[in-house]
């Protein structure tokens, strides 16, 4: 645990000894009216039982629950809290023009060990007064999450240097996958993969069960971790978090696996 009046190790060595991000200690959630809070938690929840409703379903959704909510207000927060409607909606999602956009390359692809392919997503999660973001890096083949990261923005230099911290820990994949957002096709970010020699692939508008295992991943994450627990701040669910991935990771049997963990995956197949 950090103790931010010791005098002797300061807060930077001592986020260093316990490879804490520093800057998540002072992470603030990002606040909403407790009714849109409430909208948000119930729309993340639906993301993995319908996933395929657009604004206008998930609207009469919640006017069917009593909330005086319009299309506009709908879809801002839905995009708040990152979801991607599975098949494309017109008008919903405006990727930045001016960034490049690469193909898709895991059609079709074999994926049969480890640092083959990565894959990338960013997650809402909900708090007692507010909500922040996450991202996790999972490697495709063994399901390991090879890094993580905690943001009250969604920005891509947050995400780039996730990207480097995973390349720094455990080497480089030779493809690595997201979707269009802007975070994912600014200079910024795409600088990380090219300057490593990665190949890109990127989701089409509309396909977020291209991603399916990282979506699985967040379905896992939420329903036995986040649904049962109420964050005070960004500290208490960045340690909660390292709990739930050293589990995921080391002791989370995979039935897809042969009921073997990521991490002995991802070492056999190495």
């Not at 506009?72 to 023009?97: C, S």
């Not at 096709?185 to 692939?201: A, E, L």
Request: hydrophobic fraction near 35%; include cysteine; charged fraction near 25%.
């Amino acid at each position: 645990m950090i103790d931010k009046e010791n005098n002797e190790i300061s807060i930077y060595s001592q986020c260093k000894l316990l490879s804490i991000n520093r800057s998540s200690l002072y992470y603030s959630p990002l606040g909403e009216s407790q009714e849109n809070l409430s909208i948000m938690s119930i729309l993340d929840k639906a993301y993995f039982e319908t996933p395929f409703y657009g604004v206008l379903r998930l609207t009469a959704m919640l006017k069917s629950m009593g909330f005086k909510v319009n299309q506009k207000r709908t879809r801002r927060l839905m995009k708040l809290i990152n979801w991607q409607t599975i098949y494309q909606e017109p008008q919903t999602t405006i990727g930045n023009k001016e960034h490049k956009k690469y193909p898709y390359l895991l059609r079709d692809l074999k994926i049969e060990c480890s640092n083959q392919v990565w894959a990338t997503d960013i997650t809402y999660i909900p708090m007692k007064k507010g909500f922040m973001y996450l991202i996790a890096i999972i490697d495709l083949h063994s399901r390991y999450v090879v890094g993580w990261s905690l943001s009250n923005t969604m920005s891509a230099k947050w995400c780039a240097q996730t990207l480097e911290d995973a390349i720094a820990k455990f080497g480089k994949p030779e493809i690595f996958n997201s979707d269009q957002g802007s975070q994912f096709t600014s200079d910024v970010f795409i600088k990380v993969p090219t300057d490593n020699d990665i190949k890109i692939s990127m989701d089409g508008k509309g396909r977020a069960l291209d991603n399916i295992f990282i979506e699985r991943l967040w379905k896992s994450v939420k329903y036995e971790d986040f649904y049962l627990h109420v964050y005070e701040n960004g500290l208490s669910l960045y340690e909660d978090l390292g709990k739930h991935f050293r589990f995921y990771n080391d002791k989370r049997l995979h039935q897809s696996l042969d009921y073997k963990t990521p991490k002995e995956e991802y070492n056999r197949a190495a």
